[in-house]
């Protein structure tokens, strides 16, 4: 009788375990993979035949579990379409490198590929496109990057506002920095921002401008650019104004970009290495950081099997002045058309006078530059 209790316990233990695995289990949340992740993560083999781009980049992202897009006006000066059929047959690897055959498939001769990760989204694009981008990062385009701090300031560890009044924000932040601010009120209020306005937040270890950002980020939401409030640094003053008040007057920065204009060259292989070691554990065949943020990868077109076309070599002069014209029209499309004179609306001006880049712009365009190249 006792030892088929003890056959019946035995039996029974395993599901008990078994059960109770599976309510621990299921009461736990998936583990949520971040972009960069995602991008080293193994996927299955890839067989495609003559499928289009578009519908390739629909299936790799359905395949990696990352939002995929391309910049397509790039890629048709590249001579690569929405139609351009895809042939490709891989073996199990990780997805960065999926994209980096893919790429070097469709790639045409002299106009190589390139991909990169900006916040949670993969862009597809040509590789000057993405080298210019990080290399415009390096550019002070904006008016200030953060607030100073007075050196008889200690600074604040912690910033914790509950239904503060603006103004009484506003004085803290002035007292903190230990530097000149001044309110627009009257901007202010045309776009229905008071004194009086309630501010809510709690962090901790930011810089007084990242904190301002915050502050103002929920003070601007539902309003267009030229209603939403911004803070520059003027001639060492801290200004807070609308966008609107802010667009009324231009001036003049001039900027050495010599080594952005040295002509980009044609990489061989389907991977290089343009950045630092990236977070795959040391591996060579993964993402790199770039100079604009996130992973970075290139393309050429020593394809896998499809035609990559054929051409003379460009000369020099041609190299660089494609160079110029993708350089002004990625400064330019950054903040929005609209913002310069020859859209017919904004008041800004670009242009390239040997090496030097001179951009005419409005201290609210200013200040969009520095918010879309922020690193």
């Known amino acids: ?39 080293i993560k193994r996927v299955t083999s890839v067989s ?10 629909k299936r790799y992202s359905a395949l990696s579990g990352l939002t995929i897009n391309a910049d397509w006006k790039a890629l048709e000066a590249a001579g690569v379409t929405k139609e351009t059929l895809v042939t490709l047959k891989t073996r199990p690897m990780r997805f960065s490198k999926l994209l980096d055959f893919t790429l070097s498939s469709i790639a045409r001769k002299n106009r190589p590929l390139a991909w990169r990760l900006s916040g949670k989204e993969v862009i597809i694009s040509t590789q000057m496109q993405v ?90 939401v539902g309003h267009d650019r030229y209603n939403s409030l911004y803070w520059v640094i003027d001639e060492g003053v801290v200004q807070i104004a609308t966008g609107e008040s802010l667009d009324r007057t231009t001036r003049v920065r001039v900027y050495d970009i010599s080594d952005l204009l040295m002509v980009v060259p044609n990489f061989t292989g389907p991977r290089i290495d343009l950045g630092n070691a ?51 029209e990625i400064i330019k499309l950054s903040i929005g058309a609209d913002m310069w004179a020859d859209s017919g609306t904004g008041k800004g001006s670009i242009r390239i006078l040997h090496n030097q880049l001179i951009i005419s712009q409005t201290p609210l365009g200013f200040k969009l530059l520095e918010q879309a190249f922020r690193r």
């Open 278 to 328: 990236s977070t795959n554990g040391g591996s060579g065949n993964t993402g790199n950081r770039s100079g604009g943020g996130g992973f970075f990868s290139q393309s050429s077109d020593t394809n896998t099997g499809t035609s990559s076309g054929t051409g003379e070599e460009e000369d020099m002069g041609a190299q660089r002045q494609r160079i110029r014209d993708t350089l002004i």
């Open 1 to 39: 009788m006792i030892a088929k209790k003890v056959a019946v316990a035995l039996l029974v233990v395993p599901f008990v375990w078994a059960a109770a695995f599976a309510a621990d289990a299921a009461g736990k949340a998936p583990q949520t993979l971040t972009p960069r992740q995602l991008l």
């Open 131 to 220: 080298l210019l981008r990080g290399q415009v990062t390096r550019l002070p385009l904006g008016l200030a990057r953060d607030v100073p701090v007075a050196r008889s300031s200690g600074g604040a560890r912690e910033i914790n506002f509950k239904e503060t009044p603006l103004n009484l924000v506003i004085d803290f932040f002035r007292d903190l920095a230990g530097v000149n601010f001044h309110v627009n009120w009257r901007a202010l209020e045309s776009a229905g921002i008071t004194k009086e306005t309630p501010v809510t937040l709690k962090v901790k270890d930011v810089s007084v401008g990242r904190a301002l950002d915050l502050v103002l980020d929920q003070l601007n």
């Open 48 to 57: 495609l035949a003559k499928m289009p781009l578009m519908r390739v980049l």
